[in-house]
């Protein structure tokens, strides 16, 4: 990895393993009473609401474990994605990250993954699938990512929107530099993005006990009360003295084996070797390259510095951000594409490429095709009008003639 590496390895490289679900207010969420009462092994009884404030109150700070992730979302393997990226830029100002690649990797397949977490300020995850791992280490202010193949380690520092470092944050998503969170990758990610969507509209039981990764659990069922959603069911199993998820499981509705199944094969509360959290010793360790301030993360420095500082101004007059149509689980977002009509400006051979991948429909919203994977689906009718949402394409046709 050379130093001139785009600025898309710093976003990569910021992410933070939460070690609790916070913030989950549990007085505020429609949940079912049930009691946990049989399976194996046997524990206490404990209601559903009583189990999701156990989640929300627990202060595990440290963990070290093995995580195997497993989906299934109809979408094509990513693998090598990084080489594509790579090649792209080999002509260019610089390659993006392979931790991009890597990280979108995640989105198909079975991937084995090893966290360690010392605190809100210290984390690290290593891609196991290859026989040189790929490393992203935080600590403290101090960003690293480490190619085990080539043993070379890009470093960067980060800070938060504050302009304060890490520590200064609670563990999870969100701490670092204050942007967009990354893809979910642990249990953990996964259950709290899950009980963000809790609300009125679900059905929160405790679904019995289970034996994870040496560890008793209990299993919460989480489920839609409403038709039109993709979801069929999404089961957490928590750990029944730590109150930290080990295990993450979401059936679709339409059946069939796992869309997402992550969970511990292997895990220990204990504190991390302090080694963890930076690269080896005798990795080749070059400094990331800083962009000019206020110019985009994502190109190259010999580009960012020449555009300008607010680029809303240059958007187009009828850009509009997306609109959320309906509530819940069966939410959809609505967004219009700028310049009119979606074939408008596109080449034939594209446009019937579009039409071969989806399907084409018809209602009171006139025409359009429909793009479908296990759990989000997309309808972009022929007048430039984008609905998506993780629901059935009925509902999306639905809402693209007038429902709510």
Do not use: C
């Not at 992203?136 to 504050?162: C, F, L, P, Q």
């Not at 530099?177 to 642990?186: D, F, I, Q, R, V």
């Not at 339409?254 to 204990?270: E, L, M, Y």
């Not at 479908?372 to 007048?383: E, F, G, P, Q, Y």
């Amino acid at each position: 990895m050379a130093p001139n590496d785009s600025a898309g390895r710093r976003r990569t490289a910021r992410y933070a393993v939460p070690v609790a679900v916070a913030g989950v207010a549990a007085a505020t969420i429609g949940l079912v009473p049930a009691l946990a009462a049989s399976g194996d092994p046997e524990l206490p009884p404990i209601t559903a609401e009583q189990l999701v404030e156990k989640i929300a109150a627990s202060d595990v700070q440290q963990l070290s474990g093995t995580v195997k992730v497993t989906t299934d979302l109809g979408l094509p393997s990513f693998a090598g994605l990084e080489d594509l990226v790579g090649a792209a830029g080999a002509g260019g100002a610089g390659a993006e990250d392979p931790g991009v690649g890597k990280l979108m990797e995640l989105a198909s397949g079975t991937h084995t993954l090893r966290v360690a977490v010392d605190g809100p300020g210290k984390q690290r995850l290593d891609f196991m699938d290859d026989a040189a791992e790929y490393s992203m280490i935080r600590n403290g202010e101090d960003v690293w990512a480490y190619d085990g193949a080539s043993r070379e380690a890009v470093h960067s520092t980060e800070k938060d929107a504050d302009g304060e470092g890490a520590d200064g944050e609670a563990g999870g998503k969100g701490s670092g530099s204050g942007h967009e969170p990354e893809l979910p990758a642990t249990p953990q990610d996964f259950a709290q993005e899950a009980l963000k969507a809790v609300d009125g509209t679900t059905s929160v039981t405790v679904d019995g006990t289970a034996r994870i990764a040496g560890r008793d659990a209990y299993q919460l069922l989480i489920k839609p009360k409403r038709s039109g959603s993709t979801i069929g069911s999404i089961k957490v199993a928590v750990d029944a003295e730590k109150g930290v998820p080990l295990k993450f499981t979401l059936m679709p509705s339409g059946g069939g084996k796992a869309a997402i199944d992550a969970g511990f094969t292997k895990v220990d509360f204990g504190a991390p070797a302090a080694a963890t959290f930076a690269p080896p010793r005798d990795a080749k360790v070059t400094e990331e390259p800083q962009a000019p301030e206020g110019a985009p993360e994502a190109l190259p420095e010999g580009l960012a510095k020449d555009l300008p500082k607010d680029l809303s101004k240059d958007l187009p007059e009828d850009f509009a951000g997306p609109n959320v149509i309906g509530e819940g689980w069966t939410a959809v977002a609505q967004l219009s594409a700028p310049g009119g009509e979606a074939g408008e400006g596109v080449p034939a051979e594209a446009d019937r490429f579009l039409d071969v991948l989806g399907d084409k429909v018809t209602g009171k919203f006139g025409s359009g095709t429909v793009f479908k994977t296990r759990l989000v689906n997309a309808l972009l009718t022929d007048d430039g009008k984008l609905y998506a949402g993780a629901v059935t394409p009925e509902r999306l046709i639905e809402v693209a003639g007038g429902a709510k």
